[in-house]
C-alpha cells in the first residue's frame, strides 16, 4: 500500500507558475514510478506526467511539454510537478498515483495508488 497526499495547488494567473507536492507513505516509495494526471468535471481523468523510479525516465502529455516539469527526491519520498507558463486550459483537480513497478507508464490504468487531488485554477 502507498499512502499519497497532494499539496501545493491554489490560484494562479495565466503565464504566471505552481509547484505541487506529493508526500508518500507506506510501501518503499523508490520502488514505484510516479505520475500526474488532472480531471475536470465532466471529463476523463488525463494523464500529464511521469517518472520512473530513479527518475531518469520522464514523460509529459503533448499540452504540458516544455512548461511543466515531474520530479523525484526518493530520500524524501516526495514526487513534484513544477507548472509554469500556465494556461486556464491547466485549471484541473491534480492527481498523485504511484505504480506497481518501476518503469514509468503513461496510462492511467496502470497506476494503483491515489491521491485525493488538489485543485489547481488558473484566470486569463
Known amino acids: 500500500q502507498v499512502q499519497l497526499v497532494e499539496s501545493g495547488g491554489g490560484l494562479a494567473q495565466a503565464g504566471g507558475s505552481l509547484r505541487l507536492s506529493c508526500a508518500a507513505s507506506g510501501r518503499t516509495f523508490s520502488d514505484s514510478a510516479m505520475g500526474w494526471f488532472r480531471q475536470v468535471p465532466g471529463k476523463e481523468r488525463e494523464f500529464v506526467a511521469a517518472i520512473s523510479w530513479s527518475g531518469s525516465s520522464t514523460y509529459y502529455a503533448d499540452s504540458v511539454k516544455g512548461r511543466f516539469t515531474i520530479s523525484r527526491d526518493n530520500a524524501g519520498n516526495t514526487v513534484y510537478l513544477q507548472m509554469n507558463s500556465l494556461k486556464p486550459e491547466d485549471t484541473a483537480v491534480y492527481y498523485c498515483?504511484?505504480?506497481?513497478?518501476?518503469?514509468?507508464?503513461?496510462?492511467?490504468?496502470?497506476?494503483?495508488?491515489w491521491g485525493q487531488g488538489t485543485q489547481v485554477t488558473v484566470s486569463s
Open positions: 498515483a504511484a505504480r506497481d513497478g518501476s518503469r514509468a507508464h503513461p496510462l492511467l490504468g496502470t497506476y494503483a495508488y
